[in-house]
Each structure stands twice: as structure tokens, then as C-alpha cells.
């Protein structure tokens, strides 16, 4: 059991984050991977040797809960995860011990247990690094969303050889607050993939360069294409109106708060890292301009 290994601290990386020491912060997150990449087989809980060359797809839910269907976003995706050529990936993120959930998922569910909290980003890769698939499809697990859009969603990075696509989102609750990257309106278009917890990736770009930075939980998606940018066009970033999710970027102003002052942070790292956020968003409105569907 996962348990049993006992990992470099990511709790101590976050700490190094928040004081700003960000090369501190990058060492001791570095080691901290090192240690799940090397004991990834430490980690299973329940593999799935269905279909190992013809997966198209693969699924990834990162989460403290122990099953998907206990997760929210996991009440009504069942029809696309049935699919022969999708996979479901479930990585339980630290506390809860994930049992691989019922008879809805348990047929096509690939559990991975992380004996602490490595962070969304840092789970989410691990889950990238782990999959079969040619498209890697990041879900929140606090939202909701249906089978069409998540075929939507991947059909549209696969078919028209995007890098990244990402969905619209509105929120799922009349008193939930919206980010104001989450809906970018009625039109399929060049746009960064900002929403990462609905988000679809080629993976072997995701591979290429390097995933998400597992110190981020904000600006990974910008930070990662900041990164493709000048070997990958921006036309290859999609914004895909057409699926849908439902999820609410705060509950209250104290949280909205809580979330801008965690973004001004990421700012900083951008900056120590130097990414260039603005060169993006101008070669995006470039090419959105002269962009025809």
C-alpha cells in the first residue's frame, strides 16, 4: 500500500513557494517527484489492462475523495467512459485512501493512491505520466459536466490537431462567482487553455514539455504554453464553446479574495521563470483576428 512510502515533503515546497523562495521551492518539489515517478508502481490500486494499445483517450481526475463517484464530476460522464478507446485515470490525492468506486467506473478505472497532497498540478501529471492515451483530458472533480462534452472536448483536440483545447464553463450555483477566464463566449477560437480542470491536452506535447509546473495551482495552463510558444503555432490553442462545464470559481468574496492573492504569487514565479504571460495573449489576439472556423 501507498502508505508504506513516505515521500520528500511537497508541504515543504509550498512553504518555500509562499515565502517566495521559488529555487528552494523547485529543489525540494523536484525530489519530492522523483520519489512518486520511481515508486509509481508503489502507487497502484487497481489497474485495467483492457484495450493497452488502442486508447484514444485517457481521463484524468485528480481528487481527495476516495472514488470518482464520489466526486461530483463524476455523476454523468459514465457513457463516455464506457467508450472502447477511453480510460479513466483516478489519482487520490493524499487523505482519503480510493477504493476504485462501484460498478459504474470499477470496470474501467485505473486507481492510484499518492500517500500525501503533491498539489492538483503535480497529481495531474502524474496521472499524464501514467496514461495511454494520445489525448489527456483533465476534469475538476468539484463540477459537473456531461458525455457529449467531453466528447466534444477531446474530438476537438484530436481531429483538428490542437495541442490544447479547452471548454466554456458557468457556474453551477446562482450565488457561485465566475472567473473572468472562464466564459469567453459563443465562438470556437485560438485561446490559452486557462481552465486546466476542463481542459484536453496532446500528450506528447503535455510530455514534451514537461507538464504543468508542479508548483502552480493557477497559470499552469498559460505557463505550460508560454513554454510551447515559438515551436508550436498559437492556432493550436482552443477554445471550444460547445462543451460545457458547470463550476463555480468561489463560493464567496473571501474566497474570490483568497484566489487573486494566490494568482498575484503565481505572477511573481512567472516572472522568476521568465514567462512572459503577455507575449501569449498578444500572439493570440493576432491570430484571432485573421481566425476563421
Known sequence: MSGNVSLVSYTQATGHFENGEFENAQRVVSACLQEVYANIHRFVLTENLQNIYRTKVSVIVVSHRNSLEACEVGRGIEDFVRCEDVELIFVGNGLEIPDGGSSRYREKARVFGL?????????????????????????????????????????????REAVAVRGRIVPKSGSGLTGNHYDLGEDLKPAPPTTEGFSAWQAVAFEKYGGFDPLLAGHEGMDLCCRMLGEVDTERFLYQPGALMRHDYAEDDRQHAQKAEKLRLSDRYLAFKGIDKDRLSSALKEVEKEYAV
Open 115 to 159: 500517500p500525501e497532497n503533491i498539489g492538483c498540478s503535480a497529481a495531474r501529471n502524474v496521472g499524464a505520466y501514467v496514461a495511454r492515451g494520445e489525448c489527456l483530458l483533465f476534469l475538476d472533480d468539484d463540477a459537473s459536466t456531461g458525455a457529449a462534452d467531453l466528447d466534444l472536448l477531446a474530438s476537438s483536440c484530436l481531429d
